[in-house]
C-alpha cells in the first residue's frame, strides 16, 4: 500500500513541483507532466530554427523525441486519468475548511469559526475583525468542527449578483429572494414585493402542512420504490422463464430434427446395402466369366503339348465357351446401369429452412396503468365452439392462447386470442377447473370419475396427457399456490379437503378446512397467501390461511351473491367472483372487501362458471365462460 509521501510525488509535476494541472504523458517513456510546462518545455527546446533542431529529450530520462509542431503535437498527448484520480483522492483526504474571506484575497487560511449570518468560514485573524467590525459584530458565531458535524442548515443570505449585499426582499412574482438593488431594478413593476422580515413572521406555520406533504411524498417513493423493485424481480424471472422457454423450444426442435435425420439416414443405409449387393453380383458374374476365359487362354498358349485330336476337340469346346461368353457378356452389359443416389428434401424442411430468418423477437411490453377498482370494463367479444354446450372454466397459457373445458362432453380447447379453434383434447371426465402452469402446461379437476389431469401443449399446439392422478372423491376447485398444484375434493364431511401437489403431480399434503360444504365452486391462491373458495350451495365466498388455521372465515354471503363458482385475481391481488345464480361478477379487495358489482346481469351474461383476469396478447382482459359461450372483456385504462 502507497504511503503518504509516496502519492504526494505521483501527483507533483518534474518540472514545475507543484501539483499536475492537466497532466499529460510522453507516448513512449510514459513520464508525466502539466500540459503547459511540457509545451513550454518542448517549445523552449526546439526554438533555435538556425540549427533546424526538432526533437527534445524527455525531462527525465533524457528519452529523445522528434517533433515539428510542439503545440498540436503535445495536444495529441494521451491523458493521464491514473494522475488525475489520485490527484483528486489526495484533494479529497487533505479537504480542510479554509477561510471564505482569505480565499476571496487568493490567500489560504484555515477556518476557526462559522458565521451564521454571514454563511462565512472565518480563520482566526478574520474573526478578530469580524467580532469588532460594525455591522457585524453581533453576528453569532459557533466552532467550525461544530458547524461540520451537523446537517448543513446554513442557507445563502446574501445577493448572487451584488454579492456584497445581503438579501432583504422576496418577489413572489418571480418567487426569488434579491436585495433591494435588486428589486429597484429588475422588479419594481412586480406586484408583489415583500421584506423577507414580514414573510418570516409567520412561515413556521406552514411547517406542518409542508412536513405533512412531503412524508406524503415519501411514501408515495418508497411504494413505487416497492412496485419497481418488484417489477426488477419480476423481469429477471420473466427473463429466465424466455430464456428457458427457447431454449426448451429450440432442444423440441433439434430433437424433432435429429429423429428425421436419423430415420433418413437408416433408409440411406439400407438403400446403399441393397444396391451394393446388386452390384457385387454384377461384379461376380463378370468374374467367373473372366475365370473361364483365362483358363481355355492357357490350353492355348500350351497346345503345342497337345495331340492334334485332343487341339480339336478343346478348339471346338473352346469355340463353343466363347460363343456363350459373349452371349452371356453382351446379357450382362445390357441388363447393368449405372445407379447414382439422391435426396428428395421434404417441402416442409425446405420451406422452414429458407424462412427461418431470426427465431423471434423480444419485446418490453409497457403496462399503461389500470385503475381495477373503479375503471370500467367493455365488452370486446363472444367466442363459441361448434360441439361445446357449456364452459365449466377458462385459463390463459403464454399470455397467447385461450384454453377452456366442455362440461358435457368432456373436452379441452386450445382458442387463439380473437377464439379460433386449434386444437382440443377428450378428457376421461367430467372438467370443472383449470390452473395454467408454466411452459405451456396445465391442470384439470375433474369429475366423474375424480381425476386430476396433468396436460401439455407442444410446439405445434397439439395436446398430450402427461400424467393422471386418481382422486378418492370427485375434484373440483383448483389453483397454482406457490410453485404448487391446490385441489379441492369432496368431503365425507362438512368442509373443504384441499390437496397439495408439486408440479410434477407428486403428493405434499392436505388439509381439512371447515366451514363450507363437501364441495367447493372454485379455489384462489392470492398474493398474499390466503386461500379463496367459493361455496355455491351457501351463497359464500370464504377465506383462509392455510399455514395459520383450519377454519375459514366467511367474506361475503348471499344478498347479490347467488350461487358463486368461479373465482380470480387481478395483477393488483384484487378478487373476483362469477355468480352462475345472480348472473354477475362481484369485486373485492385483496383483504376480501366488498368494492362493486363490475359486471351485472345482461342477455350476454348467464349461468357463469369459470372467471380469469389475465394478460391476453398485449392488454390484461377479463373472461368468462358463460353457458356455451367464452366472453372476454377490456380494462379501459
Not at 30 to 37: A, E, G, I, P
Not at 41 to 54: E, G, H, R
Not at 186 to 203: F, G, I, P
Request: aromatic share 8%; with cysteine; net charge negative.
Amino acid at each position: 500500500m502507497a504511503t503518504k509521501t509516496s502519492v504526494n510525488d505521483l501527483i507533483v509535476c518534474p518540472i514545475c513541483y507543484e501539483i499536475f494541472q492537466d497532466p499529460k504523458s510522453l507516448p513512449q517513456c510514459l513520464h508525466t507532466f502539466c500540459k503547459s510546462c511540457i509545451k513550454s518545455y518542448i517549445s523552449s527546446s526546439v526554438t533555435d530554427k538556425s540549427l533546424n533542431k526538432t526533437y527534445f529529450h524527455c525531462p527525465v530520462c533524457r528519452k529523445c523525441y522528434h517533433v515539428t509542431n510542439p503545440e498540436e503535437w503535445v495536444d495529441t498527448l494521451p491523458h493521464n486519468y491514473l494522475i488525475v484520480s489520485l490527484t483528486d483522492q489526495e484533494q479529497m483526504e487533505n479537504k480542510e475548511p479554509s477561510c471564505d474571506i482569505c480565499n476571496r484575497l487568493s490567500n489560504f487560511q484555515p477556518a476557526i469559526s462559522w458565521c451564521q449570518e454571514c454563511c462565512d468560514q472565518l480563520c482566526e485573524t478574520c474573526v478578530k475583525f469580524h467580532q469588532v467590525g460594525r455591522q457585524t459584530m453581533e453576528h453569532k458565531l459557533c466552532n467550525i468542527g461544530e458547524q461540520t458535524q451537523k446537517i448543513n442548515l446554513s442557507v445563502e443570505l446574501f445577493c448572487k449578483q451584488h454579492t456584497s449585499r445581503r438579501l432583504e426582499v422576496y418577489c413572489f412574482d418571480h418567487k426569488e429572494a434579491c436585495c433591494l438593488m435588486c428589486a429597484t431594478v429588475s422588479h419594481r413593476k412586480c406586484e408583489k414585493v415583500t421584506s423577507l422580515e414580514d414573510c418570516a413572521q409567520n412561515c413556521s406555520a406552514d411547517i406542518p402542512n409542508i412536513c405533512s406533504e412531503m412524508e406524503d411524498i415519501q411514501k408515495a417513493c418508497d411504494t413505487e420504490i416497492t412496485r419497481v423493485t418488484g417489477d426488477m424481480k419480476s423481469l429477471e424471472k420473466e427473463s429466465k422463464d424466455i430464456e428457458h422457454k427457447v431454449k426448451t423450444m429450440t432442444e423440441d426442435i433439434i430433437n424433432v430434427v435429429r429423429d428425421k435425420e436419423q430415420t433418413l439416414l437408416e433408409n440411406l443405409k439400407k438403400i446403399e446395402k441393397k444396391q451394393s449387393m446388386l452390384l457385387k453380383n454384377s461384379i461376380d458374374e463378370f468374374s467367373d466369366i473372366k475365370k473361364k476365359i483365362e483358363h481355355d487362354v492357357q490350353i492355348l498358349k500350351n497346345s503345342d503339348r497337345l495331340h492334334k485330336i485332343s487341339l480339336f476337340l478343346e478348339l471346338k469346346r473352346i469355340g463353343k465357351t466363347v460363343s456363350e461368353a459373349h452371349i452371356d457378356v453382351d446379357r450382362l452389359q445390357k441388363e447393368y446401369h449405372t445407379s447414382t443416389l439422391d435426396v428428395h428434401v421434404d417441402e416442409t424442411v425446405q420451406a422452414f429452412h429458407s424462412s427461418f430468418n431470426t427465431f423471434g423477437e423480444i419485446k418490453v411490453k409497457t403496462n399503461s396503468k389500470i385503475n381495477y377498482q373503479s375503471g370500467q370494463i367493455v365488452f370486446e367479444k363472444s367466442v363459441t365452439v361448434e360441439e361445446s354446450q357449456y364452459f365449466s372454466d377458462v385459463d390463459v397459457i403464454d399470455d397467447r392462447y385461450i384454453v377452456t373445458t366442455g362440461r358435457d362432453n368432456k373436452m379441452v380447447y386450445i382458442l387463439d386470442e380473437n377464439g379460433k379453434r386449434l386444437s382440443s383434447l377428450k378428457l376421461a371426465g367430467s372438467p370443472w377447473g383449470i390452473a395454467a402452469m408454466q411452459n405451456k402446461a396445465f391442470c384439470v379437476a375433474m369429475r366423474n370419475p375424480g381425476l386430476v389431469g396433468f396436460f401439455k401443449v407442444h410446439g405445434n399446439l397439439s395436446i398430450s396427457t402427461e400424467k393422471e392422478l386418481n382422486m378418492s372423491q370427485n375434484a373440483w376447485g383448483i389453483c397454482v399456490y406457490e410453485d404448487r398444484i391446490v385441489v379441492s375434493i369432496e368431503s365425507k364431511y362438512n368442509g373443504q379437503v384441499f390437496k397439495f401437489y408439486d408440479q410434477e403431480g407428486n403428493y405434499c399434503e392436505e388439509h381439512i378446512i371447515t366451514p363450507g360444504s363437501s364441495n367447493c365452486g372454485a379455489v384462489l391462491a392470492t398474493s398474499n397467501k390466503c386461500l379463496f373458495y367459493t361455496h355455491h350451495d351457501g351463497n359464500s365466498l370464504f377465506s383462509v390461511d392455510i399455514s395459520k388455521s383450519k377454519s375459514a372465515s366467511p367474506v361475503y354471503q348471499g344478498n347479490i351473491m347467488k350461487l358463486p363458482i368461479g373465482v380470480t385475481c387481478d395483477p393488483n391481488g384484487n378478487v373476483y367472483v362469477a355468480c352462475y345464480g345472480s348472473n354477475n361478477v362481484l369485486q373485492f379487495d385483496k383483504n376480501g372487501n366488498f368494492i362493486r358489482e363490475i359486471i351485472k346481469e345482461e342477455s350476454a351474461v348467464q349461468r357463469l362458471y369459470g372467471i380469469r383476469v389475465k394478460r391476453l396478447g398485449d392488454d390484461v382482459k377479463l373472461i368468462l365462460t358463460a353457458h356455451g359461450k367464452v366472453l372476454v372483456y377490456n380494462f379501459m385504462k
